[in-house]
């Protein structure tokens, strides 16, 4: 399974950005999403997660600000980034836990990230 992250770039502060991610490969069942974001030099955080029945949670530096949500059918989730502020610049990931199969077709979790996509948010 890959998971790819698009919609990373440019904005001023104030301005909005989507970032999308699309999960393809051999997924029963997509279980949880989440976006994480990284500055270089520090760890990488958890910025919004949801579950497969829709519940989201944010941290607390992006609430009121971010949405995140599923499109469960695409196996696709979304980052709504509004109002962004210079210190939002990273690079953010997308992460996904699902259910599939094994080389020994016995089903298994596993987890996958995304290749990063980068938002610069200048002052």
């Known amino acids: 399974v890959q998971l790819q992250a698009s919609g990373g770039g440019l904005a001023q502060a104030g301005e909005s950005l989507t970032l999308s991610c699309r999960a393809r490969g051999r997924i029963l069942s997509l279980n949880y999403m989440a976006w994480y974001r990284q500055v270089s030099g520090k760890q990488r955080e958890l910025v919004a997660d949801?579950?497969?029945?829709?519940?989201?949670k944010y941290a607390d530096s992006v609430q009121g600000r971010f949405t995140m949500s599923r499109d469960n059918a695409k196996n696709m989730a979304f980052l709504q980034m509004n109002s962004l502020k210079p210190e939002d610049t990273a690079v953010y990931y997308c992460n996904a836990e699902y259910l599939s199969t094994n080389t020994d077709d016995v089903y298994e979790d596993f987890t996958a990230w995304g290749q990063g996509t980068q938002v610069t948010v200048s002052s």
């Open positions: 949801c579950t497969i029945g829709g519940v989201t």
